[in-house]
């Protein structure tokens, strides 16, 4: 069951840019290789995707820091290569995602946004509850992400 709109929970917005040592066109590289994410990120329990691409899809679950895993559906919805994925999310939160690459000295800029509103009614109930330990969460999660795919890129650099 849903929750309605009215008793929904506010969105999860993220907003980040980190910069990487290699080339707009090396990440993009990486980021093309969906098969391996799963070796890169522990936290994902599943994982299944049919690659990167406008209207590919991925579906999986991550595991939080916290004791439940949250289920998602991620399709992109724009592409330019070596520029641009933008998604859209759907599963125990949904809504807009966006990466942006940008070419910088000495490598690039990795632009991470989104704003997920919880679909998940227990999700969406421990939100409005709890809200700054899920957040602390998410954090938890987002800094292992970068840290692990730091080292992948790191590795490809050499």
């Not at 093309?32 to 329990?45: A, S």
């Amino acid at each position: 069951m849903a929750i309605s709109p009215a008793a929904a929970a506010a969105p999860f917005r993220f907003d980040r840019t980190w910069t990487f040592p290699v080339t707009a066109g090396a990440f993009w590289a990486l980021i093309e290789r969906t098969e391996d994410f799963p070796r890169w990120w522990r936290w994902l329990r599943t994982f299944d995707a049919d690659g990167l691409y406008r209207g590919a899809r991925a579906r999986f679950e991550v595991r939080a820091p916290l004791p439940y895993t949250l289920r998602f559906e991620v399709q992109v919805v724009e592409l330019v290569e070596r520029a641009v994925v933008g998604t859209t999310v759907a599963g125990d939160l949904a809504g807009p995602a966006r990466l942006e690459l940008l070419e910088v000295p000495g490598g690039c800029r990795a632009r991470l946004c989104w704003a997920l509103t919880p679909t998940n009614p227990a999700i969406g109930r421990l939100a409005r509850v709890v809200r700054p330990l899920l957040a602390w969460s998410h954090d938890q999660i987002v800094r292992a992400g970068v840290r692990q795919f730091e080292q992948v890129v790191t590795a490809a650099a050499r």
